[in-house]
């Protein structure tokens, strides 16, 4: 039970900084570079990424174990995880603007692009691809999920900052984000003896 | 947990298909209450994201419409898609 803990801490520490979503999988990059101009939309867009990505991985691990692969429908798993995945958006959707003016002042117009987020599809697809076990299932789930709101934080802190250069007129905005992002990717690649 | 695999092929076949109905349902039902729902008060215009909006694919969402048309009128903004 305390080695599982201990290679359940592990993992999440891997998908946070070694194994990154964003810049050494290159997931959601759309929305990385799209919303990584300000640091309060950056933060917002992560936390709702955090949710619907724990969430969907929550709930299509036992949809994809349980029932889809005793029925022999291993195959239809991509369609069911987008139905969860709008779904999920949707209802979250539907209940913070309901219940909490704040919050969906704060996230209502990044909930439709989470759905779009190819991140969380892709969490969800590798946790039955590399055929995890429900634990490192929710591992992975865990630390990509905060590996995505850690980089886009600190890209969006980056981003900030860089607006106040004076950087040739063709470089600014989205190519200067562009190598920003590459740097990162190459800082964090510097990580990935850690393992060894 | 209950799991599907005590039971014949036709059976799990059956139930599988139910559940994907059921999902399918759900995203509908959801989908329409979302676009039913009034939005609280004080958050009826939301303010538009150049950043989020440009790169955003969700033709169902109310701003993208009214982003693409702004856009339409102002070509630096179509240039980023």
Do not use: W
């Not at chain 1, 076990?133 to 995505?148: E, Q």
């Amino acid at each position: 039970m305390y080695a599982y803990f201990v290679s359940f801490l592990l993992a999440i520490v891997s998908y946070l900084l070694i194994d990154n979503v964003v810049l050494q999988r290159f997931y959601g990059i759309c929305s990385f570079i799209g919303v990584g101009n300000k640091t309060k939309s950056a933060v917002s867009m992560g936390l709702a990424v955090v949710f619907v990505i724990f969430f969907s991985a929550l709930i299509c691990f036992p949809i994809y174990h349980y029932v889809l692969v005793p029925a022999g429908l291993p195959f239809m798993d991509t369609v069911v995880y987008i139905l969860v995945i709008a779904s999920l958006v949707q209802v979250v959707g539907l209940f913070i603007k309901k219940y909490s003016p704040a919050l969906y002042k704060s996230l209502g117009i990044y909930l439709p692009l989470i759905t779009t987020n190819c991140a969380v599809l892709g969490v969800v697809q590798e946790n039955t691809d590399s055929l995890l076990d429900f634990g490192m299932s929710m591992a992975n789930a865990l630390g990509t999920s905060l590996g995505y709101l850690l980089m886009i934080f600190v890209f969006a802190c980056i981003r900030t900052r860089m607006e106040a250069y004076n950087a040739p007129r063709a470089m600014k905005g989205v190519p200067l984000a562009l190598i920003t992002a590459g740097i990162m990717a190459m800082a964090i690649m510097g990580l990935s003896g850690m393992g060894a | 947990m209950i799991t599907l695999a005590g039971l014949d092929k036709t059976t799990a076949l059956i139930i599988a298909i139910c559940v994907i109905a059921f999902l399918l349902v759900v995203f509908i039902v959801s989908f329409i209450l979302y676009r039913k729902t009034p939005p609280p008060k004080g958050c009826e215009h939301l303010k538009i994201d150049d950043g989020a909006c440009s790169h955003c694919s969700e033709v169902g969402c109310d701003l993208y419409a009214i982003y693409h048309e702004k856009a339409k009128d102002d070509p630096s903004k179509e240039k980023k898609e």
